[in-house]
């Protein structure tokens, strides 16, 4: 009977081919071209196939046996059980030379090349390629394909120059004479590359293209590799919605083309992705469902690397009986694997639990093990992890041995959070052979890589964690500072006040429905910003990355290493740019020049600037020609005084004794925060720290009278609000505006008609909404608000004004562009902030300096609505010699008529001396 002809359209079931081609029934070109379609579509279709050929390939001619080895070396390549497709390859080689068919001996080089490529032998895989390079007259096709797989092999050895020459030259080729699925091929391994060497917009590009080409060729296995690929990148761009959704269509590929392995590792990508987003819940719910997966397909490393990733979810979770079950689970798996890597990884862990049980000297055993496993391997970033571990278990300092240890690693790529974490060692070091300056620099760059890194940490409680960390090295920083006693050094002290503040805006420029309550998005600065962080961010996730992988690339590591050295540098000049920008460098903590603020500063000024440190309450005064440091000491007592004050200041108390405590309160609370030499100036700029941000100003007293009796005062919420409204001209109050109401629901202002007449061409406009605000604002010099604040402690820029009914947001206020206007928020407790990590005060007058302010009146409480008209009223009066001036006879009068501060210190001036 002879070999019957298949019709159009019908697939016969593979093991039904398989019988037909043994028995001579069907064509084994017919079978081959099945074979090798399904390989693409269905790995488990192909399997009968493949084990019908391995049963029977005896049976078969000489060519149609060399085909068979071939395509069951294609299979066993498919499954990425290398192994046993090298074993089928050497067979199907032999006999293609037998037979003199060049062209498919060329075939079984490639595919033995990179299976050993696979398997990381790389000089047998070179000497594959090689040896088809060596033949003459090697058609184009041949070198296209012999290129691309040489590329691939230098990008598996980190030589990333070489593999792009070569991925380059098979797309030159590839013009010539186009292959929609090799060029897909080669633009997906171009795409790792280009990943490699951080060229993350290019890699994207390449991947989208090789995606495009391999869903028109309804290559299914393929398109799910490039979409794995695709959730790895987005992962290190920080785009997880985008990654999650690539990573699960790549599942979704992987399972209908039966590559269950390739499915569980996507499985194992999102497991990891939930770890490092903080869904811990989420993660240890998969992890049974994980290790099942990769028990079934044999894979016991994996099942360890699952149950490695869960011990720093169940600790996160406060589990440590769970944790200790997934630590003994993965242990015992990476014995059977006998990666001593992992297994030292896994110690550090256990010394961790064992510290945490105050077990000491077997956190120690545990720790030195992992030390000496790492230096053996060369991680020196394992090494240093575990060294800082040995060290913070033991109460003695660290030795020479290991100080000189810890200096020669820093000089590797490292994680932020292990380079912080050594600088700080070694700067206590220095410390304590009374080497402040070393111990200075140190810290200097400990802060330093903090703030460069710490936009790249997504996670919640990382971030608070970097956050604590920051706070704590300025303390240090300033105390040291503090004790250098060098001129420099004062300098160096109300520089790092400044930058101790760090209201990152890109943390909520991020959230693109967040963004509008900052800064428009639209501004040069803000979207040059914008992209240098987001450009750090990659980075530092990457990095992050290589260091967790058993065997990182040194070549990678530099290569990541001058990238972020060039995105710091472009941020450095970003930094020096933001000094030209008052709107941007309200936000941002500047690089003060001490000399510029000194000459900008009047002759009878002074500025009193604190920091609330580890050992006390820093105060520093800044005049024209000197600039002095004190460290005053701190007691409960003091915050204890600072929280009844304002309290009671607050509210009425019929208490007969009232203004003497009052008065005895503000006296102690004065004798610290008052320099001694202050009757050499006139007027007194203060900027608080923390919680000194709700002390009253106006109750600042010396030798049993007000300051104000005697001096002007005023308030800055920060040095970069004090540099810049030290360069804002003074108003002429030429063109006011006017909100009253005569809504029932909204405040009584009785200052309304003083105000009429004082200002009879002013301006008061009959609606309140976002629309008018915006128009007639930025031509306003006087703008007088009486009505409603609202203030939101947990959301601050969701606070709003209300006027009649109708409000406008903070949000709304910071998209203004004033022209250095005097701003009047009558209304109660418009003066109120919450203080942020990094001493940032958040709230209205922030939001309006940074809109263009010049000088801001806010309260600091509720206080009577006819008592706050008298206070406007003599406000008003004595306005034309200057808001300062008037501030001060303002509360001079009313303190005349009733000497109860509740009455005319609840307000408070911010913004230009």
């Not at 184009?140 to 020459?165: I, Q, T």
């Not at 105060?619 to 409960?636: A, F, I, K, N």
């Not at 022209?819 to 418009?830: D, K």
């Not at 300096?849 to 009146?857: D, K, N, S, V, Y």
Request: hydrophobic share 40%.
């Amino acid at each position: 009977m002879g070999q019957q002809v298949i019709p159009q359209g019908v697939e016969l079931d593979p093991a039904d081919l398989g019988r037909r081609v043994l028995a001579g029934q069907v064509s084994f070109s017919h079978l081959e071209e099945r074979f090798l379609n399904l390989l693409s579509q269905d790995i488990n279709k192909v399997k009968p196939l493949a084990l019908m050929l391995e049963r029977h390939h005896e049976a078969l001619q000489a060519l149609q046996q060399a085909k068979a080895f071939w395509l069951i070396a294609r299979y066993y390549e498919a499954r990425s059980q290398h192994r046993l497709s090298i074993r089928w390859v050497r067979g199907a080689k032999s006999r293609f030379e037998s037979l003199g068919l060049s062209q498919n001996v060329h075939q079984c080089l490639r595919l033995l090349g990179s299976a050993y490529h696979y398997l990381g032998n790389y000089e047998k895989a070179c000497e594959c390629y090689e040896a088809i390079l060596a033949e003459d007259d090697l058609p184009n096709l041949e070198r296209l394909k012999v290129s691309s797989n040489l590329g691939a092999l230098e990008n598996r050895r980190h030589n990333y120059g070489p593999a792009l020459v070569y991925f380059r030259r098979a797309v030159d080729i590839l013009k010539s004479e186009p292959q929609p699925k090799l060029e897909a091929i080669i633009r997906y391994n171009m795409a790792n590359t280009q990943v490699c060497t951080n060229a993350f917009s290019e890699a994207e590009n390449n991947y989208q293209n090789a995606l495009t080409l391999f869903r028109e060729l309804d290559l299914k296995l393929y398109e799910a590799t490039v979409l794995q690929a695709f959730g790895n990148l987005y992962t290190i761009l920080g785009q997880f919605y985008l990654a999650e959704q690539r990573l699960i269509e790549a599942r979704e590929g992987y399972a209908q083309s039966g590559d269950d392995f390739g499915a569980a590792l996507c499985d194992l990508d999102l497991y990891r992705m939930f770890i490092l987003l903080n869904r811990f819940d989420e993660a240890l719910d998969q992890v049974e469902h994980l290790v099942h997966g990769f028990k079934r397909l044999g894979r016991v490393m994996e099942q360890g690397l699952v149950c490695y990733y869960a011990i720093e979810a169940a600790l996160a979770l406060k589990e440590e009986e769970l944790a200790t079950e997934y630590l003994d689970r993965a242990m015992r798996l990476f014995r059977r694997e006998k990666n001593h890597h992992y297994l030292a990884r896994c110690d550090l862990y256990r010394a961790r639990l064992a510290a945490g049980r105050k077990r000491g000297s077997r956190a120690l055993f545990y720790l030195n093990r992992a030390v000496c496993e790492f230096v053996r391997t060369g991680h020196k970033e394992w090494e240093l992890y575990g060294l800082l571990e040995a060290i913070r278990c033991r109460p003695a300092p660290p030795d020479a041995r290991e100080i000189a240890r810890l200096k020669q690693l820093i000089k590797f790529p490292l994680s932020p959070r292990v380079r912080t974490d050594a600088l700080l060692v070694l700067s206590d070091d220095w410390y304590r052979k009374k080497q402040v300056k070393r111990s200075c620099d140190l810290l200097f760059e400990a802060v330093g890589t903090i703030e460069a890194e710490r936009a790249s940490i997504a996670a919640g409680s990382r971030r608070k964690s970097f956050f604590n960390d920051k706070a704590e090295i300025y303390a240090l920083l300033i105390e040291r500072l503090y004790q250098w006693r060098r001129p420099d050094a004062k300098r160096l002290m109300l520089q790092v006040i400044e930058l101790s503040r760090g209201r990152l805006l890109t943390e909520k420029i991020s959230q693109e429905d967040r963004a509008a309550a900052i800064l428009n998005r639209e501004e040069p600065l803000l979207l040059e910003m914008d992209r240098e962080h987001n450009r750090l961010v990659q980075l530092n996730r990457k990095l992050e990355g290589l260091l967790a992988q058993d065997d990182p690339s040194v070549l990678e590591m530099k290569a990541l290493q001058e990238s972020k050295q060039e995105v710091r540098r472009r941020m450095s000049a970003f930094r020096r740019r933001l000094r030209d920008s008052a709107r941007m460098g309200t936000y941002f903590p500047i690089d003060l020049d001490v000399d510029e603020l000194q000459k900008l500063t009047a002759e009878d000024h002074l500025l009193v600037c604190f920091y609330r440190g580890q050992s006390g309450l820093y105060r520093l005064t800044l005049s024209r020609e000197s600039l002095q440091t004190e460290l005053l000491p701190l007691d409960g007592r003091f915050l204890r005084d600072l929280n009844q004050l304002q309290a009671m200041s607050a509210m009425i108390h019929p208490a007969p004794d009232r203004l003497a405590r009052l008065n005895d309160l503000a006296d102690r609370l004065s004798s610290l925060l008052v320099p001694a030499k202050v009757g050499a100036y006139r007027h007194l700029t203060y900027v608080f720290h923390r919680e000194l941000h709700r002390f009253p100003v106006a109750l600042l007293r010396r030798n049993g009278r007000y300051l104000l009796a005697d001096h002007t005062l005023n308030q800055c919420q920060n040095l970069s609000m004090y540099y810049f409204a030290l360069k804002r001209a003074s108003s002429r109050f030429l063109r006011p505006v006017f909100y009253f109401s005569d809504d029932k629901r909204d405040p009584v202002a009785p200052e309304r008609s003083m105000l009429t007449s004082l200002f009879p061409r002013a301006l008061q406009p009959r609606e309140w909404n976002t629309a008018e605000v915006a128009r007639t604002w930025p031509d306003a010099d006087v703008i007088h608000f009486a009505g409603h604040c609202a203030f939101n402690r947990h959301d601050p820029d969701e606070s709003y004004l209300l006027l009649a009914g109708n409000k406008v947001t903070l949000r709304d206020l910071a998209q203004l562009r004033l022209e250095r206007p005097f701003i009047n928020l009558a209304s109660c407790r418009s003066g109120s902030v919450v203080v942020a990590e990094g001493n940032e005060p958040l709230g209205f007058v922030i939001s309006l300096f940074a809109a263009g302010a010049g000088q801001i009146l806010a309260s600091l409480w509720d206080i009577n609505d006819h008592k706050t008209g008298d206070w406007m009223n003599h406000f008003y009066q004595a306005l034309p010699q200057g808001v300062s001036h008037a501030y001060r006879q303002a509360c001079l009068a009313m303190m005349a008529v009733d000497p109860d501060p509740h009455y005319w210190a609840g307000f408070c001036l911010l913004g230009r001396p």
